[in-house]
């Protein structure tokens, strides 16, 4: 009992949802939108998805030739066997139609025999089979291909039923057929065609017809009306007393009715058979193309969550945090050597009719960043106010050898890279090589090896202070109540500092140690128009041959008094070098 119920709830179940399938189909929806197909002929109200569904590849539609060849071969052996007086007229069309039906069975499963021939063994196909193998490709791919010999198929068939007619004159059977029944003698049934087994031929050409894959329905359901509308007229007017003297299959039927019945039936059958085919398959094709377009969108979806993060977090972080999302962990991450920068607008009084000035600003200080965002990996930390916070050698882990090219690099990507691009790379490489020559004139003092990411943030640094001199110098030049005239004060000290992503929404990228809070009070403590350092920051500098002014002793927050120093900068914003130094004087 429970069994029977069981299977009761699954067949109504199917029953729902097969309706509720059809009714999103085939019916208008409550909201008003047109039905995705048509009822009749379950063509797509979409011109473009049913275009795009008559384009699809038909793979079966070889089965379909295979089909055609064997029907066709069926109705030549009833002509054959029904008439034994064919003329060689008959037998010259029979031929050529049956030669282009076997040429395109042979294109159409030549690659299936070549496979079943050497699937066990590696075979170089020649040119010929290849082009074979192309032509096959195509027939199945090109719609225009396959309606060709459709038509051209069933065009031979109504080739055959129209010998068959021709052979038979109606005159001389009415002549004959009263004949015999006045003197009694059996007529030859040679004298016309048999008319059952006529119908029967034409039930079994509109099977083919509709049956044929990769051809629109439309189409097949108006060549199988023509050709029972047509097969009607040769009932009722051309040989009408040759169907009326045949056998009937139901005695209150007359034969001809009996004739036309049997084709009806043949064509709504098959109609409502090949519809059920075609709706599955439009449907499976329209949740195929919604599932492309579902993943498309989520694509685009995860690309734009990407793009997001990427603007929230550096770069070699978003992949690590979302792996630490999955994990549930926090993430964070330490490194041994980092530079870190602070830069505020001196002068700038904060109000709504600056707040462009100080966007268009930020703007200009972004797109300097893109550069060495690429090239040397400096992040964006965060901005508070009119203060400008970046760190460079977050990246050391993963890509430490960014910043160190050698000769043959350098100038393969110097043909392959912006101006900019190739003039960071050689300031970096010079760099290098001043440490590298520092190195081996004093072996006593040990470095870091990621010890020019504070010549970056350097030249990072006095591309800002070139970006503010270019800006007051073009607001000078239009004419506005307020000027801006803002001075950019910069702060730079180095270190180890701790990394990480703070908060469960709105998350933020962070950096914390002794090295921000230091370049902090570097740049609140500094003078707008320099760049002050602190004394570990200046002995790397003066290592890459760049010059530090001793400014003196400075009163730092929470530190005390401590030696900075100022970056040497001259007039034109370029750093002094210091093509006179040794390691003595250092």
């Known amino acids: 009992m429970f069994t029977r119920n069981c299977v009761k709830n699954l067949r109504r179940c199917h029953r729902e949802f097969y309706r509720s399938s059809m009714f999103k189909f085939l019916s208008h929806k409550g909201d008003g939108r047109r039905p995705l197909l048509g009822f009749v002929f379950l063509n797509f109200r979409d011109p473009t998805l049913e275009y795009n569904f008559m384009q699809e590849p038909d793979h079966l539609f070889k089965y379909c030739i295979l089909l055609s060849w064997v029907v066709y071969i069926s109705l030549f052996y009833v002509q054959s066997v029904d008439n034994t007086t064919l003329h060689s007229v008959n037998y010259v069309m029979h031929a050529l139609s049956f030669i282009f039906q076997t040429v395109v069975v042979f294109i159409m499963w030549y690659k299936w025999l070549c496979h079943w021939r050497y699937h066990k063994q590696v075979h170089r196909y020649s040119k010929y089979s290849c082009f074979i193998f192309y032509c096959s490709h195509e027939i199945q791919r090109n719609l225009i291909a396959r309606l060709c010999i459709y038509l051209f198929t069933i065009l031979m068939y109504f080739l055959i039923i129209g010998l068959v007619l021709m052979d038979c004159d109606p005159t001389e059977f009415v002549v004959l057929h009263i004949e015999s029944k006045l003197y009694l003698y059996e007529m030859s049934s040679s004298v016309c065609f048999q008319p059952w087994v006529l119908t029967k031929m034409i039930c079994l050409i509109i099977g083919v017809t509709l049956i044929f894959t990769g051809i629109p329905l439309t189409v097949k359901i108006v060549i ?106 926090m993430y964070f991450e330490s490194h041994k050597m980092v530079a870190v920068m602070f830069a505020t607008l001196k002068n700038f009084e904060m109000d709504m009719s600056k707040l462009r000035f100080l966007n268009e600003i930020i703007f200009e200080f972004d797109a300097v960043l893109s550069h060495y ?87 990072f640094a006095l591309d800002l202070m070139r970006t503010v001199w270019t800006i007051n110098k073009l607001y000078k030049l239009i004419p506005l109540d307020k000027m801006f005239a803002g001075e ?9 500092v701790m990394a990480g992503v703070v908060g469960a929404s709105q998350v933020h990228y962070d950096i914390w140690g002794n090295p921000v809070n230091m370049a902090s009070r570097m740049d609140s403590t500094g003078l707008p128009g320099f760049i002050q350092v602190t004394e570990e920051s200046a002995d790397i500098l003066r290592r890459c041959g760049l010059e530090c002014d001793y400014r003196g002793m400075t009163y730092v927050k929470g530190r005390g008094i401590l030696p900075t120093y100022f970056v040497g900068i001259d007039d034109n914003l370029e750093l002094r070098s210091r093509d006179d130094w040794n390691g003595e004087n250092m």
């Open 488 to 496: 950019l004060s910069i702060g730079i000290s180095s270190g180890e």
């Open 224 to 329: 199988g009306i023509v050709e029972a509308s047509i097969y009607a007229i040769v009932i009722f007017f051309q040989y009408d007393y040759l169907f009326r003297n045949s056998s009937s299959t139901n005695p209150t039927f007359d034969p001809e009715i009996c004739h036309c019945l049997l084709v009806s039936i043949t064509l709504l059958s098959l109609y409502f058979m090949e519809r059920q085919v075609e709706f599955n398959n439009k449907i499976n094709y329209n949740w195929r193309v919604e599932l492309l377009n579902k993943q498309q969108d989520a694509h685009i979806t995860n690309k734009s969550i990407t793009i997001l993060l990427h603007n929230l977090l550096p770069t070699h972080v978003v992949k690590l945090y979302m792996t630490s999302l999955e994990k549930h962990e």
């Open 373 to 459: 965002k690429n090239e040397c990996l400096v992040d964006k930390i965060k901005i508070v106010g009119c203060t400008y916070m970046a760190a460079c050698g977050l990246h050391i882990r993963e890509k430490r050898s960014q910043t160190t090219f050698s000769e043959t690099e350098i100038s393969w990507r110097d043909r392959h890279a912006s101006p900019t691009a190739n003039s960071l790379r050689r300031e970096v490489s010079r760099a290098k090589e001043h440490m590298e020559s520092f190195a081996l004139r004093t072996q006593g003092v040990t470095s870091h090896p990621n010890d020019d990411v504070v010549f970056v943030i350097t030249l």
